[in-house]
């Protein structure tokens, strides 16, 4: 599960982004509008936390190229209590929420479950494919009456393959996906191909029907 917070003001941005990280999510940041703008092209996200007032530009500048590029991110506005127009505007053009600042950590938390929730799952908490079903929120895995045990690593591969079922994924998304952007620049890919083969090691043992496959040359696919 991964989230962009685009926010200005540093504190704030790293008391954000330390938060999120103790959930467990991959946590990238833009403290600008180029910087926003550049993310949102050349990756994708989960959810985008999205300030308005930016240095170099607006926030619905970054929420109207999403939906010009028809990217899937849950988008919740972040901004001042009194940004009334800002709020209206976002959500006209497509946010899923707003929040006002000052806000409560715990009530941001909240908020990102529930968007992620409604994305992947249709707003159950569980997603279930066959015989295999996943519960995000205690990051638990089973096939029918037998769990899964899954390092953290496994886990977000294979929540991102069940959000994703019978999709062609390349290598590099699904890296990025799970150890965040920068992953692009890495010489190798082989710690991905190492844990893809434990995770379908341990879901065939537990008698899983989806099946991740390999696609030589590109990537995997989640098979249903």
């Known amino acids: 599960m991964k989230i962009l ?7 704030l941005r790293d008391m954000v982004r330390e938060s999120l990280e103790k959930e467990k999510y991959i946590v990238e940041c833009a403290s600008d ?23 170099g530009g607006s926030g619905l500048g970054i ?30 053009m497509g946010a899923d929420d707003y929040l006002a600042k000052p ?21 159950d908490t569980s997603i279930i494919l066959e015989n295999l079903v996943v519960y995000p929120d205690k990051r638990q895995v089973m096939v029918g009456d ?23 994924i390349n290598k590099t998304s699904l890296a990025e996906s799970v150890w965040g952007d920068h ?23 537990a008698g899983a029907v989806p099946e991740i496959k390999a696609v030589y040359g590109f990537g995997y696919k989640l098979i249903v």
Do not use: W
């Not at 590029?69 to 976002?90: F, M, N, P, T, Y």
């Not at 950590?105 to 249709?122: F, G």
């Not at 890495?186 to 190492?194: E, I, K, M």
């Open 183 to 205: 992953i692009d620049q890495a010489d190798s890919l082989d710690f991905l191909y190492s844990q893809v083969k434990n995770l379908r090691k341990k879901m065939k043992q």
């Open 63 to 92: 929420l109207s190229a999403l939906k010009r590029l028809r990217k899937q991110e849950r988008v919740i506005i972040l901004s001042a209590k009194d940004s009334v127009d800002d709020k209206i505007k976002g959500l006209d």
């Open 33 to 55: 509008y180029q910087t926003a703008l550049t993310k949102v092209q050349e990756y994708d996200y989960d959810c985008v936390l999205l300030d308005i007032m930016l240095p």
């Open 146 to 168: 037998t769990e899964i045990q899954l390092n953290r690593k496994e886990f977000d591969l294979l929540y991102y393959f069940v959000s994703n079922p019978n999709r062609l």
């Open 5 to 11: 917070v685009v926010e200005d003001e540093d504190g």
């Open 103 to 123: 806000f409560h950590l715990a009530e941001l938390h909240a908020r990102i479950k529930s968007l992620l929730r409604r994305k992947n799952a249709h707003g």
